[in-house]
């Protein structure tokens, strides 16, 4: 699962240092997982993963580090990719993978979720 993050590094890298690629990023995952049946299993982390994102994009948030946010950008190239390793249009079994990374992604991240979590409590809008 690691090598899948080691290959979109550079693209996650250059889609961080562009607030107009990382915006339409965010916005293309949020598309895809709206209404998607197949992403129940990780739909709660799903939403707090790409609120976090919003809340550091717009600046409201800084509590994440850069290497937690380049693995959450290769996390979100991967689900909008529509031909990742096994294509989401394979009924039934097309988005095990994108369940899978994210899988691991929150995993690997958990804490600094976590600690999200905690800050949009205490600032919510």
């Given at each position: 699962?690691?090598?899948?993050?080691?290959?979109?590094?550079?693209?996650?890298?250059?889609?961080?240092?562009?607030?107009?690629?990382?915006?339409?990023?965010?916005?293309?995952?949020?598309?895809?997982?709206?209404?998607n049946e197949n992403l129940s299993a990780i739909?709660?982390?799903?939403?707090?993963?790409?609120?976090?994102?919003?809340?550091?994009?717009?600046?409201?948030y800084k509590g994440v580090s850069k290497k937690?946010?380049?693995?959450?950008?290769?996390?979100?190239?991967?689900?909008?990719?529509?031909?990742?390793?096994?294509?989401?249009?394979?009924?039934?079994?097309?988005?095990?993978?994108?369940?899978?990374?994210?899988?691991?992604?929150?995993?690997?991240?958990?804490?600094?979720?976590?600690?999200?979590?905690?800050?949009?409590?205490?600032?919510?809008?």
């Open positions: 699962m690691s090598s899948i993050f080691k290959n979109l590094r550079s693209a996650s890298n250059v889609v961080y240092n562009d607030k107009n690629k990382f915006s339409k990023l965010i916005k293309n995952a949020v598309d895809k997982s709206n209404g739909k709660q982390d799903l939403i707090t993963i790409l609120n976090l994102s919003k809340d550091f994009l717009s600046g409201r937690s946010m380049i693995m959450i950008i290769a996390a979100l190239i991967y689900l909008v990719n529509p031909m990742d390793i096994v294509p989401d249009m394979l009924l039934g079994i097309g988005f095990l993978d994108d369940i899978s990374v994210f899988t691991y992604l929150i995993a690997k991240i958990k804490s600094e979720i976590d600690k999200y979590d905690e800050w949009s409590l205490r600032n919510q809008y």
